[in-house]
């Protein structure tokens, strides 16, 4: 099952959006969908571990996709829908 990791932050104008975009398209179709706050260990982590630069940042099987708000279509390509 894919599974989609968002790290978002509290102070991130463009993150309830992605988290929106994502939180519809879960409840659409089958797939693991998790949110990580940037500030959390885990979020750390991830950033550390994909050198990532920028939230939201859209995580995919482990693998750092993109930062920022997926269109509809972007999001349901990476999930394979």
Known sequence: MVKVTLITATWCNSCPSAKKIWEELKSEHDFEY????????????????????????????????????????????????
């Not at 750092?64 to 349901?76: K, Y």
């Open 34 to 81: 998790e949110n990580v706050d940037l500030m959390s260990e885990k979020g750390k982590e991830l950033v550390a571990t994909h050198s990532i630069k920028g939230v939201p940042a859209n995580i995919v099987d482990g693998k750092f996709l993109f930062s920022g708000i997926p269109t509809r279509s972007e999001a349901l390509e990476a999930i394979g829908a």
